[in-house]
Structure formats: C-alpha cells, structure tokens
C-alpha cells in the first residue's frame, strides 16, 4: 500500500496564496455562524485576511463583513472561513468581490 502524502504540508502557507497579504489593521464588523463581532485585521488582500477574535468560527462558515476604509467608504463582502485558531481568529477567503471594491482596497492596501 502506498501513502500519498499531503501536498499542502509541502508547501507554505505563504505560497499558497494567490495575493500579496499587507499589514493593514482596521476594525471588521463581521456576522454569520452565529456569531456577530468587530474584530481586528492582522492581514488582507484581494483574496482575504485574518481577523483577531475570540468567537468560535468553525471552517467552512460563511460570514458577512463590513471593513472600513478611508474617506468613509467600506467594503462589504462574504467570506469563507478557511481555517479557525478558536479563540485567536480565523482566516477568511473573499467571496463574490466586486470590481468597485476590489479597487477601492487596491487604493488602500500600502503597496507591496
């Protein structure tokens, strides 16, 4: 019997994302799962971020955020937990981003 080895433990977890993550830390107000919160960011890009939290968020869930950028403007956008650290924060991918928001975070991500 062969073992097949998993891949994504090869592989860094920086290398598998498809963009750049930048420091930017703004307040998410986020809602699904049961669970509704402000928590900080610790990293975003186009794809998603990680957010600070302390509510448990299982893989898988769908959340709605709201993230706050400059001159009063704000992204609003689903998003899929992809891995939960309970207690810590989760790791959430972009679902459904517009092209209006997508370049309205482009104007605010500091360039890599």
């Not at 986020?30 to 610790?42: E, H, L, R, Y």
């Not at 299982?58 to 956008?77: A, F, K, M, N």
Request: no cysteine; glycine share 10%.
């Amino acid at each position: 019997m062969v073992e097949e080895s998993d891949d994504r433990a090869d592989i860094s977890q920086d290398e598998r994302r498809r963009h750049d993550r930048s420091r930017l830390i703004v307040d998410v107000y986020f809602n699904g799962a049961d669970s509704t919160g402000v928590a900080g960011t610790k990293d975003i890009s186009l794809g998603g971020l990680y957010m600070n939290t302390q509510a448990v968020i299982p893989e898988g869930s769908i959340l709605t955020l709201r993230i706050p950028l400059s001159d009063g403007q704000q992204v609003v956008v689903n998003g899929e937990v992809m891995y939960s650290n309970p207690g810590r924060g989760v790791g959430v991918r972009f679902q459904g981003l517009t092209e209006k928001d997508r370049e309205l975070m482009e104007r605010e991500l500091p360039a890599q």
